[in-house]
């Protein structure tokens, strides 16, 4: 082997190196780093149950009753004891009949509160939940002694547009303390 073989092969490898060719986008590999919108991204809900979304409630007609749930915070003591039961009753009957709003049936559970209510428009229910909402809270921190927080997120709400539905909420919300 002579210098000039050499040379001259260490000048082609040079040039080779130096030659650089654009890419496709075809030829580019996927991106499968950080970032961007991909499934099971962000922020895990706190528990197993998830809260109710801020979403725009759907237009209430004021001729439909609706089916309301408010849930409590995890680890709180069971709303079914006889003291929260009292209390809740003797606070519900200062709130339920508002003029334009009223709670025509309710149904407590071990960790949620149903209510079946009737409301003249979404302004109406906003304030009348809002009241029966701060009251079920009062009356556990009163009952059981706590601070802060006590209901978990925003209250479930569904709108009951056929006399079949209003018989199924009646029969979920009134027989639901024997299925639990």
């Known amino acids: 082997h002579s210098p000039l073989d050499a040379l001259a092969k260490i ?20 991106h499968r780093g950080w970032g961007g919108r991909r499934p099971g991204a962000g922020r895990k809900p706190a528990s ?18 609706v089916h309301v749930t408010l849930r409590v915070r995890a680890g709180l003591p069971s709303l ?13 009957r200062a709130a339920a009949e508002r003029g334009d709003f009223r709670v025509v049936h309710y149904s407590l559970q071990r960790d949620h509160v149903h209510l ?5 428009d979404a302004r109406a229910l906003a304030r009348g939940m ?5 009251r079920v809270a009062r009356a556990a921190q009163r009952v ?24 199924n909420a009646l029969v979920y919300v009134l027989g639901n303390g024997k299925k639990h």
């Open 116 to 120: 079946l209510a009737e409301a003249s």
């Open 80 to 92: 079914r004891s006889r003291s929260f039961a009292k209390a809740f009753r003797r606070s519900l």
């Open 11 to 30: 000048a082609s490898i040079n040039t080779r190196m130096r030659r650089s060719h654009q890419l496709r986008l075809d030829d580019q590999p996927c």
């Open 48 to 65: 197993a149950k998830p809260p109710v979304h801020h979403v725009r409630r759907p237009a209430l007609p004021g001729r439909c009753p």
């Open 144 to 167: 059981f002694g706590l601070a802060g927080r006590v209901l978990q997120g925003r209250y479930h709400l569904r709108i009951l547009r056929t006399p079949r539905e209003v018989r």
């Open 130 to 134: 809002k009241a029966i909402a701060s």
